[in-house]
Each structure stands twice: as C-alpha cells, then as structure tokens.
C-alpha cells in the first residue's frame, strides 16, 4: 500500500495516457538513468540539482517524481515543488519498481532530441485525417506532453526538417523513419517503436490501421474512427484546431479499449414494470 505522499506503479499506469495525468518527472542521477535508459510514458527528464531553477514552470500543475528508487532524490525533489505551492507526490518503489512490474518504458534513444525549451518538434503534411492525428495523440500522451507539432503543405515538409530541426512523420520519403511500414500504418510504427505495445494500445492500433489504410474489416469500430475523423476534417479549417479536437476523440477511443471492450448498451426492450 502506498504511503502519504505516493503512488504506486498500478495506480499510475491508470493515469498514464488520460488527460488527467500530473506532470511525470524524472529526476534519476545521469548514472542511473545510463544504467537505464528508457522513461516511463509521459515522463520528462529534469536535474534534481537545479529544482529551485525550474520548479516554477510546474505552477498550477499536479507532479510525480521519479527516481531510481523512489527514495531520497524523489521526496527531496517532491517536497521543495510542494514547498513552492506544487502539489507532488513520489512513484512508490521508483523506476526499478516499474520496470519489475513489466509496465511499459520508452527508449530515450528513440526521443528525437529536444530544442531549448526541452520540447520535441514534429512535423508532416497540412489536413491531417486520421494517422496525422493519432500519432500526435500517442506522443502527447505517452512520449513528451509538450511537443510541437507543425503541419505545413507537403512539399515544404524537407525544408521545415532542414530549418527548424523537426522530425517528419507519415510522410513519404527514403529517410523517414516515422512513416507507414509494409501494412502498417505510422501509428503501429510509433507504437512498437516506443515500446507501448500494451493490449489497449495495439488494440487501438488495429482501429486506427483499418480506418486509415481503408481496411474497415480489421476492426468494427475502424469504420466509426474513420467517420470522425472524416467529420473533424470537415468542421475544422486550422489543423491545429482540429488536432486539440481530435485529441479528444482518441482519448475516448483508448478508454473504449482500455476499460469497456465488454461492456454493452441496448434501449431496454419492456417497459419499467412489464
């Protein structure tokens, strides 16, 4: 059971990928993080050295910190947020505990690298339809909660990357690395790549394939995502707009997957009493 200012790994796994998650921030020792170098989802990486430094850009959010072993790093850095008006619990047991709870982990190598603000910059083709708005659902809330994303016509989408130091995504080309793979689609890529292959996820995934890749029979639900997202495209004429909309959309359809695959609904047949 977890104690006074904790949380265990099982209750936030529950949080990881809903909007309602804190900001997840890991404070592991540059030794302990090259002793293991992946995340956990939605995690970000700050110095415990420096919390007075960047404690404040934390204001009016909720936190969990993150240590090797969730000890002395974790509840040092959680008191001084809290100290500063943050509310900031610890992960029980730290890294190591959810690493041993088999939960899933992103790879930091696979993270391109941040510009100064420590954000992720992505970008792909304008009028995004389903994968261009599935895969920035799954980097918001899963890979970094800050990340840019920049959606310009398609052949500006080299001179943006050469620029601005963005990365491509679902988009043709030799050297994209985020991109549709034989029959899978970039969603499926950033899935298996991140290493976020949970049963919610690749069941998700299998939807967002059939209804991107006009493969309707993969899943029953692939033709209900393709008619949203087709509907999103028609009400929106600012990609971003339609983004914050469609992140919405995916947040349902993960809960769908996550926790109500079971559940039924029908308009009851008798009336109250018959």
């Not at 992720?120 to 990340?147: E, H, M």
């Not at 949203?228 to 359809?253: I, K, N, P, T, V």
Request: charged share 25%.
């Amino acid at each position: 059971m977890s104690s006074f200012n904790t949380i265990s790994a099982e209750k936030l796994a529950r949080l990881i990928g809903t909007p309602r998650c804190p900001v997840l921030i890991d404070v592991r020792t540059v030794e302990d993080f090259r002793s293991d170098p992946r995340l956990i989802p939605a995690s970000i990486r700050r110095p415990f050295e420096t919390v007075s430094d960047w404690a404040q850009e934390f204001t009016g959010r909720s936190a969990i910190v993150i240590c090797q072993k969730g000890l002395k790093l974790s509840h040092g850095v959680a008191a001084w947020l809290r100290h500063t008006g943050i509310p900031a619990d610890t992960l029980e047991g730290g890294s190591l505990a959810w690493a041993q709870a088999d939960l899933p982990m992103v790879p930091s190598a696979r993270i391109p690298s941040r510009n100064r603000q420590e954000r992720t910059i992505w970008v792909t083709r304008s009028r995004p339809k389903i994968d261009r708005i599935a895969c920035p659902w799954l980097i918001r809330r899963l890979v970094d909660p800050n990340a840019v994303f920049l959606f310009v016509p398609t052949s500006e989408v080299p001179g943006v990357v050469e620029r601005f130091g963005a990365t491509p995504f679902d988009i043709e080309g030799e050297n994209v690395f985020w991109s549709h793979r034989g029959e899978l689609c970039t969603f499926d890529v950033m899935v298996e790549e991140f290493g976020l292959g949970t049963e919610a996820l690749k069941r998700l995934a299998t939807i967002v394939r059939g209804a991107d890749t006009a493969r309707l029979d993969l899943a029953p639900e692939a033709a209900g995502l393709l008619a949203a997202s087709l509907g999103l495209s028609r009400m929106y004429s600012d990609d971003l707009a339609q983004l914050e909309a469609g992140l919405l959309l995916y947040d349902a359809f993960y809960r769908w997957c996550r926790d109500a695959t079971d559940e039924t609904h029908n308009w009851p047949s008798k009336k109250p009493g018959a």
